[in-house]
């Protein structure tokens, strides 16, 4: 078959048959329903043997709309009277003879779990999960788990300046792309679900302290992780009562936001305890050193691990 496009003058005077257009329209919109988890269930338990679909539900199954409409629906489901639990489900089911979308009840059979979806394109129907309904034998009700799956959001490009959407959807995705971060809203903010600053010198360069050894942090998915090199003092000698600041510096966007990190140290042969402060201190970014005996001119602070602290 040679190659073809549609619409297209020279495809059928422009017509577009209904198998041309599910091959085309069926990646406008993922299969599902349009809103997410936080609303009312698509599918509840009706009155006795009876199931009811939620009103003005809109959704999309192979790039074929669909809707609940202004009052909703009530599907039957069959009595079970087989001496074993069934589970039936409620589907959004495409139907290929007629190109219609309905949301339909699929019969288990009874003691062998719930029944298996129609997918691909081999089949007169096509099918998604709106809910799960249990039977159990003699039953007079039913039982609805929902299940119904959603159409999700897509990935918007952005800077990071611009990613204030005033009106964000749950699970809306952005790639921030000066930051090189993937971002989700939760509903209340929005997380980094992936980020890497690569390796950052935090050296900062004070009076009373060389830095021998430089200090770096590098953040990867709303963590950083610091290594702090080694200090030389280079002022006169301090006291064991004395904060001294030393020569580091966290850039803003790296500070924990609230909380302090404390990381130990070895002077001398003796244990030390320095504090990194968080970004909402008098101190925000700064490390200093907080317990130590008296350290003089020349002698070496040694930190003895990396630390690690959220941010996002």
Known sequence: MAQDSWPSPAHNSRAVTDVEYEVMASHFSGDGIYGDPTE?????????????????????????????????????????????????????????????????????????????????????TYEALLANVTVPNGATSVTVARAERYVGSRVRPCTSAANTDPNPRLGDLTWEVDTKRLRVFDGVSKRTLFSDSGIISVNSSLAAWSNEVESVIQERNGTVSARFGSFQRAGGTLAAGDESRLPVLIPAAYRHPSRDQYGAAIVG?????????????????????????????????LPISGLSWAVD
């Open 40 to 124: 009312p269930a698509v599918v509840t338990a009706g009155v006795g043997l009876s199931v009811t679909i939620r009103p003005e539900v809109v959704g999309s199954l192979r790039g074929h709309g669909w809707t609940s409409g202004s009052t909703g629906d009530t599907r039957s489901i069959a009595a079970n009277a087989s001496g074993q639990t069934r589970v039936d489900r409620v589907v959004l089911r495409l139907d290929r003879d007629t190109w219609t979308v309905r949301a339909v009840v699929k019969t288990g059979t009874p003691g062998a779990g719930p029944p298996t979806l129609t997918t691909g394109d081999g089949y007169t």
């Open 269 to 301: 042969g003796t244990a030390c305890r320095f504090i990194v402060h968080a970004a909402s201190t008098s101190r925000p970014g700064q490390v200093w050193l907080v317990n130590h005996p008296t350290i003089s001119k020349d002698a070496f602070l």
